[in-house]
T-cell receptor, first 112, second 112 residues
Framework: DTGVSQNPRHKITKRGQNVTFRCDPI?????LYWYRQTLGQGPEFLTY????????KSRLLSDRFSAERPKGSFSTLEIQRTEQGDSAMYLC??????????FGPGTRLTVL | QKEVEQDPGPLSVPEGAIVSLNCTYS??????FMWYRQYSRKGPELLMY????GNKEDGRFTAQVDKSSKYISLFIRDSQPSDSATYLC????????????FGTGTQLKVEL
């Protein structure tokens, strides 16, 4: 199966620490998206890449969050100085056409 | 008021029942509509994608869109216990918008 993969699947960290998540999109999908999902809610859009260019960022993406997609392949999402409110599932999706978006399994972050 | 409203449930039905899941939306610029299925602690899985009013059928699933009423539905025929999951509706703007806007999800349980 060559679906979207995300690592790590789970991350537990202490408040104030930095964390980084990785997303590997479906091969040949040039569009990549990050979303955040909290318990009982639908995913909320964070940011969008087309190839290596970050074309859209949500206001949810505070200065402590940064995302990159070097060379237009995998992407990383870094959260600096984590807060308890950052605890959530971080989801990555990819798309070839921008229409259908296919999601990975997510990274569950717990900030203690 | 949220842009996309979805009854969170839970909805409990007997095996073999026809299930009806619904979302309403307020922004008439939403033109692309999706249904995702999400099992506990997993990423969303794309079930249906449509961009026109009317019905689209795929196996036991039928997606219905009524743009005039800003209302979409997903019907599941002959429901199975394996259909027990959270069902998320999602929408995308016309004109090249990239992000998906999700409902909160409806939790479905199909009982033997």
């Amino acid at each position: 199966d060559t679906g979207v993969s995300q690592n790590p699947r789970h991350k537990i960290t202490k408040r104030g620490q930095n964390v980084t998540f990785r997303c590997d999109p479906i091969s040949e999908h040039n569009r990549l998206y990050w979303y955040r999902q909290t318990l009982g809610q639908g995913p909320e859009f964070l940011t969008y890449f087309q190839n290596e260019a970050q074309l859209e960022k949500s206001r949810l993406l505070s200065d402590r969050f940064s995302a990159e997609r070097p060379k237009g392949s995998f992407s990383t999402l870094e959260i600096q100085r984590t807060e308890q409110g950052d605890s959530a599932m971080y989801l990555c999706a990819s798309s070839r056409t921008g229409d259908e978006q296919f999601f990975g399994p997510g990274t569950r972050l717990t900030v203690l | 008021q949220k842009e996309v409203e979805q009854d969170p449930g839970p909805l409990s039905v007997p095996e073999g029942a026809i299930v009806s899941l619904n979302c309403t939306y307020s922004n008439s610029a939403f033109q692309y509509f999706m249904w995702y299925r999400q099992y506990s602690r997993k990423g969303p899985e794309l079930l249906m994608y449509t961009y026109s009013s009317g019905n689209k059928e795929d196996g036991r699933f039928t997606a219905q869109v009524d743009k005039s009423s800003k209302y979409i539905s997903l019907f599941i025929r002959d429901s199975q216990p394996s259909d027990s999951a959270t069902y998320l509706c999602a929408m995308k703007l016309t004109g090249g918008g990239n992000k998906l806007t999700f409902g909160t999800g409806t939790q479905l349980k199909v009982e033997l």
